[in-house]
């Protein structure tokens, strides 16, 4: 069975950085695509940042401040997160999915599997 174990949320400051990983099992990230999504309370499940083949896609609300990346050795997906605000607080998941199925790399019916999620508190 698939697995995919997300850690690294707190709680921080406005301004502040977290790095989220996602350790995936069962399951060899560098032949599929990786996302990471966020969910708010009473919001939306949105797409933050994806990766397939090397290439990175961000939402707008996170470009030049979002990193995704991963190590294959690890199997691990990273999120770095800097320069982090209040409205980016939320449940973060990472999930997985077929890479060349059709739809929008951020949108979350692309993905098969899904990770328990990370709690990310922003204060300001």
């Known amino acids: 069975q698939v697995q995919l174990v997300e850690s690294g949320g707190g709680s921080v400051q406005a301004g502040g950085s977290l790095r989220l990983s996602c350790a995936a099992s069962?399951?060899?990230?560098?032949?599929?695509?990786m996302g990471w999504f966020r969910q708010a309370p009473g919001k939306e499940r949105e797409g933050v940042a994806a990766?397939?083949?090397?290439?990175?896609y961000y939402a707008d609300s996170v470009k030049g401040r979002f990193t995704i990346s991963q190590d294959n050795g690890a199997n691990t997906v990273y999120l770095q997160m800097n320069s982090l605000k209040p409205e980016d607080a939320g449940m973060y998941y990472c999930?997985?999915?077929?890479?060349?199925?059709?739809?929008?790399?951020?949108?979350?019916?692309?993905?098969?599997?899904w990770g328990q999620g990370t709690q990310v508190t922003v204060s300001s």
């Open positions: 069962r399951y060899t990230i560098s032949n599929n695509l």
């Open positions: 999930a997985a999915g077929p890479m060349w199925v059709g739809g929008p790399l951020l949108a979350p019916t692309r993905y098969r599997y």
């Open positions: 990766l397939r083949e090397g290439n990175t």
